[in-house]
C-alpha cells in the first residue's frame, strides 16, 4: 500500500540555525500538507500546497517558515532561524484530487528538538 | 474559527462498547474526520462524514448531526490495540487547501 515518507524521523539542531524537514507524498497525489504536533498538545495545521503554490497557512506559519517542492517527488518545510517552542513533531500529509475523497494520508513524522 | 471539544481522556473494557463525542462550533462546515493516533505515530484515518447520520466501518462507526454541530465515535468489541488517542477534525467549508482542524483528542484506554 502506497505511503507518505519522512526524513528523519529525528532531528535536533541548535536554536538559529536553520532545518528542512523531507517528505515523499504519495505519487498520485496532489495536495500537500505539514502539520505540527507539540509534545502532549493537539495537531495545528501549518501550510497546504497545491498546483506549486500555497493555497493556506496559518498564523504559525510565519515568514521563518518555507514550503518546496523541488522536484516531482519531495515535498520539503524549512525552518529559517529555528527557536525552542519549535520543537515538535512535524507531519506531512498528502491527498489525491478529488471531489469525493478528503482523506489525507498522514507520514511517520519528524521529531525536531531545539536545543 | 473553530472550536471543537472531545473529552480528554476514557476508559473502557474489552469486549465492550465506547462512544467518544465531538461537539464543534464553526464559521463554515465541510466534513467530519476521525482520526486515530497511537502514541509517537502519525494519525491514520477512521471516518469521514459530510452528511446528517451514521457511517459503518467494520467495528468503528460514526455519527453526524450539522444542525447540532455534534459528532460521535462508536467503538465495539473493544480490543486492547483500541488503546490510543481518538482526533476529531472538521474541514471548513470554502477553503482551497481543506485544511483540518483537530480537536485535543481524546486518549482511550482499555482495560482487561
Known amino acids: 500500500e502506497p505511503e507518505v515518507t519522512q526524513t528523519p524521523s529525528h532531528q535536533v539542531t541548535q536554536m538559529g540555525q536553520e532545518v528542512i524537514l523531507r517528505c515523499v507524498p504519495i505519487?498520485?497525489?496532489?495536495?500537500f500538507y505539514w502539520y505540527r504536533q507539540i509534545l502532549g498538545q493537539k495537531v495545528e495545521f501549518l501550510v497546504s500546497?497545491?498546483?506549486?503554490?500555497?493555497?493556506?497557512k496559518s498564523e504559525i506559519f510565519d515568514d521563518q517558515f518555507s514550503v518546496e517542492r523541488p522536484d516531482g517527488s519531495n515535498f520539503t518545510l524549512k525552518i529559517r532561524s529555528t527557536k525552542l517552542e519549535d520543537s515538535a513533531m512535524y507531519f506531512c500529509?498528502?491527498?489525491?484530487?478529488?471531489?469525493?475523497?478528503?482523506?489525507?494520508?498522514f507520514g511517520p513524522g519528524t521529531r525536531l528538538t531545539v536545543t | 474559527g473553530q472550536n471543537i471539544d472531545q473529552p480528554t481522556e476514557m476508559t473502557a473494557t474489552e469486549g465492550a462498547i465506547v462512544q467518544i463525542n465531538c461537539t464543534y462550533q464553526?464559521?463554515?462546515?465541510?466534513?467530519l474526520f476521525w482520526y486515530q493516533q497511537h502514541a509517537g505515530e502519525a494519525p491514520t484515518f477512521l471516518s469521514y462524514?459530510?452528511?446528517?447520520g451514521l457511517e459503518e466501518k467494520g467495528r468503528f462507526s460514526s455519527f453526524l448531526s450539522r444542525s447540532k454541530g455534534y459528532s460521535y465515535l462508536l467503538l465495539k468489541e473493544l480490543q486492547m490495540k483500541d488503546s490510543a488517542s481518538y482526533l476529531c477534525?472538521?474541514?471548513?467549508?470554502?477553503?482551497?487547501?481543506?485544511?483540518?482542524?483537530f480537536g485535543g483528542g481524546t486518549r482511550l484506554m482499555v482495560k482487561p
Open positions: 500529509a498528502s491527498r489525491e484530487d478529488s471531489s469525493t475523497s478528503y482523506e489525507q494520508y
Open positions: 505519487s498520485n497525489h496532489l495536495y
Open positions: 500546497f497545491y498546483n506549486n503554490e500555497i493555497s493556506e
Open positions: 464553526t464559521s463554515g462546515f465541510n466534513g
Open positions: 462524514n459530510v452528511l446528517d
Open positions: 477534525a472538521v474541514r471548513d467549508k470554502g477553503n482551497a487547501g481543506n485544511m483540518l482542524t
